[in-house]
């Protein structure tokens, strides 16, 4: 058995899973979420959701744990959020929105205009003496790694004075300069 897709997974209250032809959907105080489910089951019994196998095949195994863990990141999703930070560290870099556009001052010799889609929320926070920060809320884990990275590639940090666009906490590792 997988060790991660046989654990259930618990429902919390104020939200509800569904399963119909494959699809389970999830709904909740932040919205809700669907994911195809293929070769694996899945019932909802007495407030927890336990997804099962019909056999050891290898395709199945792997499978199982994956499908469990998308399930539960959907039930954390949709009732408490999932949020990543971005920190722009470099002289003169700058982050604004209005709405779901994200202008971003990377050193290039033009802004970067970046549509961001509508399922996730964007904050930008810049305070004097700190580095501006891009903090992107969604209930939808994969959409907000996505969008997230999508902003770390327009100018990843660089090893030798890491400048460029971080997420907040991520350690670098850092490499020395020329030896005179």
């Given amino acids: 058995m997988s060790r991660i897709g046989k654990n259930p997974i618990t429902i919390p209250a104020g939200v509800t899973v569904t399963v119909n032809d494959n699809v389970v ?32 095949a290898k395709d199945l195994r792997s499978k199982h744990g994956l499908y469990r863990s ?24 700058r982050a604004s929105n209005q709405g779901q556009k994200l202008d971003l001052a990377l050193g290039f010799s033009h802004n970067i ?23 992107l809320t969604s209930s939808d884990k994969q959409l907000v790694g996505q969008v997230a990275a999508k902003i770390r590639s327009f100018r990843k940090p660089e090893p030798y004075k890491g400048k460029g666009v971080k997420f907040v906490g991520e350690e670098l590792r850092r490499k020395a300069g020329k030896s005179a």
């Fill in 113 to 135: 205009l970046l549509e961001v889609v509508s399922e996730v929320t964007v904050e930008t926070i810049s305070e004097k003496g700190k580095n501006p920060i891009i903090k």
């Fill in 70 to 93: 998308l399930i539960n990141n959907m039930i954390v999703g949709v009732s408490e959020g999932f949020t990543k930070s971005l920190e722009l560290v470099g002289v003169g870099y």
């Fill in 25 to 56: 959907v999830v709904k909740g105080k932040l919205g809700e979420l669907s994911q195809k489910i293929v070769d694996i089951s899945v019932k909802v019994e007495d407030g927890q959701v336990i997804v099962t196998r019909d056999s050891d």
